[in-house]
């Protein structure tokens, strides 16, 4: 069950917190790029860690070089993040399938069978699309920007420069889970925030020098939001929210491969816009927090109240202090047995803690050893 509002949060709110993830993707200035489609697709995981997807199809109205190199500037980029080209997934006729969401009726490797330099996938419904691999690299000035390299040779040879197949590239990068969204916790909700930009000029950072880059043009942005289906969805807009549905496993875990899936576990948010200069989502997901945790700690907190309020009269009505064994021996039975339940509350949630203090504290022990 999905909680749909158009009612936008409060933006104070979110006050000091930041909710900025503005992304840009250009290209030298000595030839035109059109992105047909441009695709995003971000994955929340349940173990706290989080995937970002990122896709590119170049319409074939252009005429690109041999070389095409993009720039993607990822504000939260680091060398140390790992970062996939998905082409040998996406070579595979299956997981295109699941990706386009068509049916493939024949492909044709442009190396002649080796499949290590693209594939052309016909599918059923839509134009013929050219999965090419790709040379990650962000050696260049600024550590956050990724130079994405594709090589075009091949397949003008195979079909032709003229060929009106369109030219498409696909990777990942692994993030830490607070700088794709905002989340807030409270007592009885978590809260988690989108606010995706795509190529919005009055972001652009001032350290980046576009001299010799433009912007990429952009015709349709979709972006998806994999997140556990243990949120709903509280806020969207009417305009771009074209669907939300259950993860398919089987076809998902195909193709990603990626542990952190699991079966009825997550829902797909699909949101798409198009014929902009920028681009930008901006959606929040909900998730009530009362469970047995919050009721564990409502009476917890309980049992802490009752036993300090008991203890004053207590101690008149039998002229005992609180440090003496007669205190303690007089006590009623009932009494212990919620000071037992109060214990064993406590310990519950504060035992992992310990055990992961314990642990580190073990392996720091043996490094020394070592």
């Excluded at 190199?69 to 006729?93: G, Q, V």
């Excluded at 681009?279 to 700690?297: N, P």
């Excluded at 009505?317 to 406590?346: A, C, K, Q, T």
Aim: charge should be neutral.
């Amino acid at each position: 069950m999905f909680l749909l509002s158009n009612t936008a949060p409060h933006k104070t709110l979110w006050a000091g917190v930041n909710m900025e993830n503005n992304f840009f993707i250009f290209n030298d200035k000595d030839f035109s790029v059109e992105f047909e489609r441009f695709h995003i697709c971000t994955w929340e995981f349940k173990n706290n860690t989080a995937l970002v997807e990122f896709g590119g199809e170049l319409s074939s109205e252009n005429d690109y070089p041999d070389d095409i190199a993009l720039y993607l500037y990822l504000p939260w980029l680091t060398s140390s993040m790992e970062r996939t080209d998905l082409y040998e997934r996406l070579k595979d006729p299956e997981n295109s399938k699941f990706i386009f969401n068509d049916a493939i009726e024949s492909n044709i490797y442009i190396d002649g069978g080796v499949r290590e330099k693209g594939v052309v996938h016909r599918f059923s419904f839509r134009d013929p699309l050219c999965i090419l691999p790709v040379i990650l690299d962000n050696s260049i000035e600024k550590e956050n920007i990724l130079k994405i390299l594709i090589n075009t040779r091949m397949l003008k040879e195979k079909l032709g420069s003229d060929n009106k197949t369109h030219i498409y590239f696909r990777i990942s990068v692994n993030v830490d889970l607070n700088l794709i969204s905002t989340r807030k916790t409270g007592i009885s909700k978590s809260s988690i925030l989108y606010d995706l930009k795509i190529n919005e000029r009055r972001n652009l950072p001032t350290s980046l020098n576009l001299q010799e880059k433009v912007l990429s043009k952009i015709k349709n942005c979709f972006c998806f939001n994999v997140i556990p289906n243990t949120y709903e969805l509280s806020f969207f807009d009417r305009v771009s929210l074209k669907n939300i549905r259950t993860l398919e496993y089987d076809p998902s875990f195909k193709y990603l491969g990626d542990k952190r899936i699991r079966k009825d576990e997550y829902i797909v948010v699909f949101n798409k816009q198009k014929g902009e200069e920028s681009y930008s989502f901006f959606s929040v997901y909900t998730k009530e927090r009362i469970g047995t945790g919050q009721f564990a700690l409502a009476m917890l907190v309980s049992i802490i109240s009752g036993f300090l309020l008991f203890i004053p009269s207590f101690k008149l009505d039998n002229h005992v202090s609180f440090f003496s064994s007669e205190f303690w021996s007089r006590l009623p039975l009932e009494v212990y047995i919620s000071l037992s339940i109060g214990l064993s509350i406590f310990f519950y949630f504060v035992w992992p803690t310990i055990n992961k203090i314990c642990k580190l504290f073990g392996k720091l022990g043996k490094g020394k050893l070592q």
